[in-house]
């Protein structure tokens, strides 16, 4: 019998203590701690073949949505003193509450947003406005409460869970540490990172999702944060779209004219000495993803497997969405799109999911900002099913003809 003891070093707190938890993990305790910042990577205690199995089983307990759950909202809907389907996204919205809960009165309980940080060797090719550095300097700006997201949760009432996949090197503080490898190699020059490493940072993704959902989450947004991932989500956008490059790669944090050009030639150059196998999306996350783009699969993934709700931010979280769809094409009816990036690839990575977003603010920011706003919006259509009154409370006439 498979027996296995697993140690590994959390973020030792203030305290400096390192926390412990004890659980029972396919009939066997686990013993686990969370591995120390920069040492053992927890993963790794799986061969590739073992996470391979955990994938196939987490892709094999996604469901399709109750069809009676929505059928029933379907109806209330309709009985509501309103011309029918008059709220339109909002009753979408409801009703895919009800067929992914499988209950006609979903409700909200907490909600999360999971941003997932990762760095790109591919940053070398001068894709990006902004030195690598950010990455972790916008960690800490996280941790400290003083990003966009953290005032667009905090307007949401919900919380931000930080988790570093693969910051170029590790960081202490309040963030859930899943370090899969110190970033990405260089993609223009060979894969990204190996099927392993891609299997592990799903894995991890899906790991943070289900800790949270076992902690009583079920709202998830989506949302990462990492200089240079515009390319490799662009690179991931073009290859499972299918679309010309120039049509998915945009100016990211800011880049010049000069700069899309490199950033263009990064992902072509990176395509031609990889050449990634379309039809196998761990093919493409491993040779011209990122760690955290695989988080966000793996996350998503999860949620669907556990019938939560996860609202798409931006650009790199669709492509993220692109890799689960394209592994489990029955987690589309799990994903609520928030709103439409700047980036311009990002109406077809959108399109490619059969999504259309909620709201179009112009912005391109990330960090699960655009997801977190849409919150607002999947409130406010459980609200309407709770709390309008029908026709028949409210003495209305219903339509003549
Ligand atoms: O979410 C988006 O649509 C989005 C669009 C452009 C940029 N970003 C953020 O900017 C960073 C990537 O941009 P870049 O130019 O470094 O590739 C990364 O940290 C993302 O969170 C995010
Ligand atoms: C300042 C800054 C904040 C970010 N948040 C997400 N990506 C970012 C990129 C930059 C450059």
Redesign the pocket.
């Known amino acids: 019998m498979f027996m296995s003891f697993h140690y590994f070093m959390g973020s030792s707190g203030d305290d400096g203590k390192v926390p412990t938890t004890v659980y029972l993990w396919s009939g066997l305790f686990y013993f686990e701690n969370y591995y120390k910042i920069g040492g053992g990577n927890y993963m790794e205690s799986f061969t590739e073949e073992q996470l391979y199995t955990q994938l196939q089983k987490l892709i094999s307990d996604i469901k399709g949505l109750d069809q009676e759950a929505m059928d029933q909202i379907q109806g209330r809907l309709d009985s509501l003193t309103k011309p029918q389907g008059s709220l339109g996204q909002l009753e979408h919205i409801a009703k895919q509450l009800g067929g992914i809960q499988r209950t006609s009165k979903p409700i909200i309980q907490k909600k999360a947003v999971l941003t997932m940080a990762g760095d790109h060797g591919v940053v070398e090719e001068g894709?990006?406005?902004?030195p690598q550095e950010v990455t972790p300097q916008m960690a800490y700006n996280i941790m400290n409460g003083g990003a966009a997201i953290n005032v667009l949760a905090r307007q949401a009432n919900a919380e931000v869970f930080l988790t570093d996949v693969g910051i170029a090197f590790p960081i202490e503080g309040q963030l859930i540490q899943k370090r899969v490898a110190n970033g990405t190699k260089n993609m223009t020059k060979g894969p990204a990172m190996s099927r392993y490493e891609a299997l592990q940072a799903l894995l991890a993704g899906a790991s943070v999702a289900e800790e949270k959902i076992r902690e009583g989450y079920n709202l998830f947004a989506t949302g990462?944060?990492?200089?240079?991932?515009?390319?490799p989500s662009s690179a991931i956008v073009a290859l499972l779209t299918n679309s010309p490059i120039e049509e998915v790669v945009g100016r990211?944090?800011g880049?010049d004219d000069e700069g899309i050009i490199r950033k263009r030639r990064a992902i072509e150059k990176a395509i031609e000495v990889n050449q990634p196998d379309t039809s196998d999306a761990l093919d493409v996350l491993s040779k011209v993803g990122g760690l955290e783009i695989a988080a966000i699969a793996g996350s998503i993934l999860q949620a669907a497997a556990s019938h939560v709700p996860i609202v798409i931010?931006?650009?790199?979280?669709t492509a993220g969405a692109l890799i689960a769809a394209k592994l489990a094409p029955q987690s589309i009816a799990y994903m609520i799109p928030s709103h439409g990036?700047m980036?311009i690839g990002?109406r077809k990575a959108l399109a490619g999911l059969g999504l259309d977003p909620v709201l179009n603010l112009n912005m391109?920011?990330?960090?699960g900002t655009g997801a977190a706003l849409t919150f607002y919006f999947v409130e406010a259509a459980l609200r309407i099913i709770e709390e309008m009154a029908t026709f028949a409370d409210a003495g209305v006439s219903e339509k003549s003809s």
């Open positions: 894709v990006s406005a902004f990462e944060l990492g200089i240079g991932n515009t390319t990211g944090t880049i931010d931006g650009f790199i979280s990036s980036e990002h391109r920011l990330g960090e």
